[in-house]
């Protein structure tokens, strides 16, 4: 394992003369394990073997993100990648060729990495170190293994896959997407996230549900962060919720029995931070436009949903890979308006 910069100078000089410049990326990170989650491990893979690089041992990566952004990488299901990357070192690789994407291109209904390499190579991938805690050190043989195993196999497989897109005439659409992936990527990291304490399931609550709901959350985070731990080893969304809808009721609630003292004694100081609100502080419930469908949106919607369901057949594809049910009540209550918000690729394939 790459674990020194002099050993990633040596690394990069490597890397960068590799004559064919098909390259495979990998992360592995803590979220599951810490509050700030961060990235724990880079799996690397070119044609000439893989590597495993440390970045928590290694001080200055200023090599490995300055190639990253010159370079065009092979990964799998990349979104949570991006992610990482661009909360690590603001920066993106030059060009992410994702082979799940490819895959669902290609109308393959199992699409992770382990089924795509059982698919192409006949290798069961071991799942035993999915979990595991990649800031651990020294890691395990085990997580050694798995680590590497997910990129052994991505070179051969990229080159299946993108045979097969050429073959299906496929590759224009495969680049648009994955494209149009970084964008949106781009677009997530810098936008930020506002108001994160509106957690799934807050639209059953009232303005009076939602302030409890952000005192409880900020006590949540603020017990996390101490602890450094994720939010969800404290208390669930889910529990949240119950307690912010049984408080927009008047109803007592109390701390599970699980917490120890000093957690149950910040737990009863946000409830009281609550309960001394005034209602003009209260957040506002987010206005939600309810759109009136013309009359013609239903047969629309029939039609265009026969379309799709056509088109996907005729493709071998999954009808909602190829376009949303977002988009299709768009285009059925306006259809130039919803057409013009597809990317080409979509265009085509429906025949819009």
Known sequence: MISEKEELLEWRKRATAQP?????????????H???EKICLIQYADE???????????????????????????MHGADYDMCLFQNAWETLPAMIWDT????????FRQFGLAALVEHFHNVTLSKSSQKADWARRPLSPTMVTYALNDVNYMLDMADKLTAALREKGRMGWF??????????????????HQDPWRIQGCGKLNRKGLAALRELWTWRDS??????????????????IQWSLALQEQRTVTPPPRFHAHRRSRFMDALQKFYLLDEDDYPCRPRIQRRQHSDQFEANMDRLCKLRDRKAEELGMEGSFIITRASLEAIAEDEEKGVSTLLNWQREALGL
């Open 34 to 36: 810490r509050y700030q």
């Open 100 to 107: 799940q994407t490819a895959a669902r291109l290609l109308g």
């Open 223 to 240: 017990e996390a962060k101490a602890w450094d731990r994720p939010a969800f080893m404290v208390c669930s969304n889910a529990d949240l």
């Open 175 to 192: 680049e648009e997407i994955c494209r149009h992936s970084m964008d949106r990527a781009r677009e997530r990291h810098l936008a930020g």
């Open 20 to 32: 064919t410049g098909r390259v495979v990326l990998d992360l592995e990170a803590d979220s599951l």
């Open 48 to 74: 000439t073997g893989s590597c495993l690089i440390d970045p928590l041992s290694i001080e200055d990566m200023g090599p490995f993100y300055n190639w990253l952004k010159e370079t065009e990488v092979w």
